[in-house]
């Protein structure tokens, strides 16, 4: 996959939003993990893989009522599980060139595919300015449909994400790929030029 480019990160940072415009300003098709990530889950599941198998069968109070920390650790390896059918997804598309994201693309997975720097980078948002974008999305409150306290359970997911963006800054200083934090302070034409001068599009 040389014309593939990853944008990693954690829910909420701007990514997907970003990825949507450079991927049609430079013509690239646009692979989001996110869009599969229930036919992943069944695939995993069907593997018999642990995680996958628990996330089909609980319901809005079992995930979300969890500690923060809990979660955050099956999200990450969930992610692991599944990492197998995102790269055989990507490996089918016929294109001159690939930009994809998603929460997927841990920066160790990264370095065990051997992905250059030059080709992955991970954005993250600063705790404040995540909890007020996911206040700001109209479906939450689906997603939290059945659970017994909603304020815990918003809450909760709310730790969980913040625990998996510092777990992904920590793994791209350790893997010394490029981290973005999005406080809300930079617009988005400017991490969109950050994003495009990082990857050398023209």
């Known amino acids: 996959m040389i014309n593939t480019y990853y944008i990693g990160g954690s829910p909420c940072s701007g990514k997907s939003t970003i ?21 992943y889950t069944k695939m995993g599941a069907s593997k018999g893989y642990e995680i996958c198998k628990k996330q ?3 319901n809005a109070e079992e995930i979300w009522m969890r500690e923060p920390l809990l979660q955050c650790t099956e999200e990450l390896a969930f992610y692991e599980e599944i990492f197998e059918f995102v790269l055989a997804d990507l490996e ?5 060139g690939i930009l994809t994201e998603g929460a997927a693309y841990l920066p160790k997975l990264m ?3 051997s992905i250059s720097k030059d080709r992955y980078l991970a954005i993250t948002p600063a705790k404040e300015f995540q909890i007020s974008h996911y206040k700001k999305r109209e479906w ?7 659970c017994s ?5 918003f809450s ?14 920590r793994q791209c200083s350790e893997e010394q790929y490029v981290s973005i934090i999005n406080d809300g302070n930079i617009e ?12 050398g599009l023209r």
Request: glycine share 2%; hydrophobic share 45%; aromatic share 12%.
């Open 111 to 113: 370095k065990k595919l």
């Open 140 to 146: 939450v409150p689906y997603v939290l449909e059945g």
């Open 156 to 169: 909760n997911w709310m730790n969980r994400d913040i625990l998996f963006a510092q777990e992904v800054q």
């Open 19 to 39: 990825a949507e415009i450079v991927s049609k300003k430079y013509d690239l098709y646009y692979f989001t993990v996110d869009d599969f990530l229930d036919k």
């Open 92 to 96: 089918k598309i016929e294109a001159n």
């Open 149 to 153: 306290d909603k304020e815990k359970a």
């Open 56 to 58: 089909e069968r609980m």
């Open 188 to 199: 988005i034409d400017e991490l969109v030029d950050l994003v495009v001068s990082h990857f």
